[in-house]
């Protein structure tokens, strides 16, 4: 089945701790991306993957890191959490970043930072 | 002003009744248009695309495009209770590689 798998589906932590979320696709997609979704702001872009090794940041990087070593793996790393990343991430795939082409939404992540 | 607006709602319609949920753009760039249906806790799912001026329908939905406008709707016929969710507009810039969303109508079909 093709599928982008993230994990963990829930996450409590605390401030300062390092975590990581993992997410891989199945699609071999070459672009991936992580969006965090908070209520009335809607989904707001964290970092995007064009390829391996080619990230780039989006609309809200700032607190986080990506890796792309492999073409279906695309972890988010929180170095030093903090309570304003208590938030709904979503890993997401696609064949490419544009054209005629959706997106392939993981089942997300709810992470609360305390 | 944000890349995409769309009424938080919600849009409350009896069932069977045609739900028309509505969606503008800012950036006259956009060129590939697409409608995702959220449940409550879950995962965005792709429901229609849309790339030319017009009407495209698929099955209960039909999606429509004004880009002389900049705006997009979607239109649910005989809704179903099962179509309560939250409806994401989205769109792709292909100029910034960027995908922008608008942050969800809330939809209530009511039995």
């Known amino acids: 089945e093709a599928q982008v798998t993230q994990n963990p589906r829930y996450l409590i932590t605390v401030t300062g701790k390092k975590l990581t979320v993992t997410c891989s696709q199945n699609?071999?997609?070459?672009?991936m991306s992580w969006y965090r979704q908070d209520p009335g702001l809607g989904l707001r872009q964290i970092y995007y993957?064009?390829?391996?090794?080619?990230?780039d940041k989006g609309d809200v990087p700032e607190g986080y890191k990506v890796s792309r070593k492999e073409k279906r793996n695309f972890p988010l790393i929180l170095e030093s959490p903090s309570p304003n990343q208590t938030s709904l991430y979503f890993c997401?795939?696609?064949?490419?970043?544009?054209?005629?082409?959706?997106?392939?939404f993981g089942s997300g992540t709810r992470l609360t930072v305390v | 002003q944000k890349e995409v607006e769309q009424n938080s709602g919600p849009l409350s319609v009896p069932e069977g009744a045609i739900a028309s949920l509505n969606c503008t753009y800012s950036?006259?760039?956009?060129?590939?248009f697409f409608w995702y249906r959220q449940y409550s806790g879950k995962s965005p799912e792709l429901i229609m695309s849309?790339?030319?001026?017009g009407d495209k329908e698929d099955g209960r939905f039909t999606a429509q495009l004004n880009k002389a406008s900049q705006y997009v709707s979607l239109l649910i016929r005989d809704s179903q209770p099962s179509d309560s969710a939250t409806y994401l507009c989205?769109?792709?810039?292909?100029?910034?590689?960027?995908?922008?969303f608008g942050s969800g109508t809330k939809l209530n079909v009511k039995p």
């Open positions: 993957s064009m390829n391996v090794e080619v990230t």
């Open positions: 989205a769109v792709n810039v292909y100029n910034f590689n960027k995908f922008y």
């Open positions: 849309i790339y030319s001026n």
């Open positions: 950036d006259r760039g956009s060129q590939s």
């Open positions: 997401a795939s696609g064949l490419a970043p544009t054209g005629p082409y959706g997106y392939t």
């Open positions: 699609m071999n997609h070459e672009y």
